[in-house]
Nanobody, 125 residues
Framework: QVQLVESGGGLVQAGDSLRLSCAAS????????LGWFRQVPGKDREFVAG?????????TYADFAKGRFTISRDNAKLTLYLQMNTLKPEDTAVYYC?????????????????WGQGTQVTVSS
């Protein structure tokens, strides 16, 4: 049974940093592409960043995340990370991690098979 469990969210001020973690179990972690998405009430789940299988040498980011967010993976620890710097109030959302066996990380939420329960990030101004 695949489980993804996010942690690291919280309430921060604009300009602060947070690191989200996603601990995985029940899957051959290194063989999965991984992604971070976020969602606010009334809106679709939005792609944030993705990372390829194995080494994680290839990453992709939404425009709003480029230069501020960094996705990484530690296959030995079965954990995905999202380092978020210079946070803005508009980054406020529930953040989800996702996993799939595709060869490249999709940017569409519908293409991921497995999801975590989400972690709330709130950025105050």
């Amino acid at each position: 049974q695949v489980q993804l469990v996010e942690s690291g969210g919280g309430l921060v001020q604009a300009g602060d940093s947070l690191r989200l973690s996603c601990a995985a179990s029940g899957l051959s972690f290194s063989g999965y592409v991984l992604g971070w998405f976020r969602q606010v009430p009334g809106k679709d789940r939005e792609f944030v960043a993705g990372i390829n299988r194995w080494s994680g040498a290839s990453t992709t980011y939404a425009d709003f995340a480029k230069g501020r967010f960094t996705i990484s993976r530690d296959n030995a620890k079965l954990t995905l990370y999202l380092q978020m710097n210079t946070l803005k109030p508009e980054d406020t959302a529930v953040y989800y991690c996702a996993a799939d066996r595709k060869t490249v990380p999709p940017t569409s939420a519908t293409e991921y098979a497995y999801w975590g329960q989400g972690t709330q990030v709130t950025v105050s101004s």
